[in-house]
């Protein structure tokens, strides 16, 4: 099969691979699409400590099972979470997102940068009818946007509510239209004059760059750029007893802030991976919440200049390999 295989840190190309071969309580999938994530670009920057070499990343996962049995014919999606044991005392407390002996897709398992793919039969999600370019970025920034939203407190009941997001990328723009959707008033801070254009037409209540100040404190806050001094900007804007929620596998670090900042019951909370839950609870709501992603295509065999697009910012919403 043809694959983009990263072989060291920074170092990444296209090239032929054996067929994978599904074992027990596995699938094979034909890829359709997949998503290019920050995250694949951290692993490869060694960002994140290396798991496995060499590896195929590529966590957002859209494509067709192959392996005869119930899900033989389906279109399914693949999310960073590739397997929970069910068994540590995070799993049995519905955290799975916490599990001790976690696996993930392009990082633990080979994912979804080349032709085929393998993933436990309990870990794949059946998805919504749509084209599997646009399905593809709701699989992590559309999936952690959401969970990134109710660890900060928002929800379905949270009408009326000053929500601020930090950064305006592909997981900030869905997790604004699921925001609008529970009609939350929101926020949008980037660094971006085209962004700001782009968020005030998909309904945000007010856009600006990270240099003019808020219109009003807020009841809560995701951060989506990588950048601790983005956090702290968001702690400060908060009203009392409100959350931060840092959508974000790796951070900068997070600079010294004052006391006050945090002071009046604030908060500020990391958002680790999502359950499968989060991804059903999600997959509901696109339709009705009338969500739409954004892409640029691009031919798997440019999965490297896609990544180094993504860090230098040159990207509108998400690409996704084809």
């Not at 633990?108 to 993933?119: C, F, I, P, S």
């Not at 699921?178 to 005030?200: K, N, P």
């Not at 990588?226 to 400060?236: E, F, H, I, K, Q």
């Not at 600079?255 to 006050?260: E, I, L, M």
């Amino acid at each position: 099969m043809r694959a983009v295989t990263m072989t060291g840190i920074d170092q990444i190309a296209a090239g032929n691979r054996p067929d994978p071969q599904a074992g027990t309580d596995e699938v094979l999938i034909r890829v359709l699409a997949c998503a290019v994530c920050r995250t694949d670009l951290q692993i490869l920057r060694g960002d994140l400590p290396t798991h496995r070499l060499p590896l195929i990343p590529g966590h957002q996962v859209v494509g067709e099972v192959l392996t005869p049995g119930p899900l033989q014919g389906m279109r399914v999606g693949l999310v960073w979470l590739a397997q929970a044991c069910g068994v540590c005392r995070h799993c049995r407390r519905g955290q799975e997102n916490l599990c001790d002996h976690a696996r993930f897709t392009g990082w633990d398992r080979d994912g979804g940068y080349a032709e085929l793919v393998t993933a436990h039969k309990d870990f794949v999600h059946v998805l919504p009818e749509g084209d599997p370019v646009d399905l593809a970025p709701l699989l992590c920034g559309g999936v952690i946007g959401y969970r990134s939203l109710r660890i900060a407190g928002i929800g379905p009941k949270s009408a009326g509510m000053r929500l601020g997001l930090y950064g305006f990328g592909a997981s900030a723009t869905i997790a604004l239209q699921i925001a609008r959707h529970w009609g939350v008033q929101t926020f949008v801070v980037t660094r971006s004059a085209a962004e700001v254009d782009r968020a005030l037409e998909l309904g945000a209540a007010w856009a600006g760059t990270y240099d003019q100040p808020l219109p009003d404190l807020l009841d809560a806050a995701v951060t989506f750029a990588p950048s601790g001094d983005v956090v702290v900007a968001a702690l400060r804007a908060l009203d009392k007893g409100a959350t931060v929620a840092i959508n974000a596998i790796h951070l900068d670090r997070i600079p010294q802030f004052d006391y006050d900042d945090l002071w009046w019951e604030r908060s500020l909370r990391s958002v680790a991976n999502v359950t499968r839950a989060d991804v059903s609870e999600f997959l509901a709501l696109v339709g009705p919440a009338g969500v739409r992603t954004q892409t640029e295509v691009l031919p798997r065999d440019d999965a490297p200049r896609a990544l180094e697009r993504v860090e230098t910012g040159d990207v509108r919403g998400a690409f996704v390999l084809v």
